[in-house]
């Protein structure tokens, strides 16, 4: 299990290096993310939010009883859609944050697999949103960078009190 760094950790806000050896530590590192992603009952998660600055990301859009697992080393978004869509948004470094944010509805994402073969996919709905959401992670980008100045004041007293909680836990 790792730690899930909160809003106000430097690191959240670094951008995360290309991975380059698609070894068992690759490997480990994608399992204990998995975890920690699913004992924190989220759906996506970025390296960064776990305080390794390296391009990978965790997905999991499905269900319990069907999961739908996606590992997504070094993506880059190659294309977006004019089309937008609005979800509303929560983030394991921001717990009890919820927001609506507008996104590309449809994206084409290239990326390697946990072997380092490369693959290009399109993607759409929750898991267009979702790898949107963690590729701002790997980028140092986060949802609340998104929201409107008006959005973003209402949610202040919640971020200064996330930031605290991210200091207690040092
Ligand atoms: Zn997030």
Do not use: W
């Not at 739908?68 to 993506?75: G, Q, R």
């Not at 979800?87 to 996104?103: A, D, N, T, V």
């Not at 929201?147 to 605290?164: A, D, F, G, T």
């Amino acid at each position: 299990m790792l730690k899930i760094r909160y809003y106000g950790d430097p690191v959240l806000r670094k951008k995360a290096e290309k991975v380059t050896e698609f070894d068992s530590d690759l490997e480990q590192i994608v399992k204990d993310m998995l975890e920690t992603m699913y004992v924190n009952s989220g759906i996506g998660l970025a390296a960064n939010q776990v305080g390794i600055l390296k391009q990978i990301i965790v997905i999991d859009t499905g269900t319990k009883e069907k999961p739908d697992i996606k590992i997504l080393i070094n993506p880059e978004i190659v294309n977006c859609s004019k089309e937008k869509t609005e979800y509303e948004e929560g983030c394991l470094s921001f717990p009890g944050l919820l927001e609506k944010i507008q996104r590309p509805a449809q994206i084409t994402v290239k990326c390697q697999d946990i072997k380092g073969n490369i693959c290009e996919f399109d993607a759409d709905g929750l898991l267009s949103i979702v790898i949107q959401h963690e590729y701002d992670h790997i980028n140092g980008i986060l949802f609340i960078d998104k929201m409107s100045p008006v959005k973003r004041l209402v949610h202040n007293k919640k971020l200064s009190e996330i930031k605290k909680l991210s200091k207690e836990k040092k």
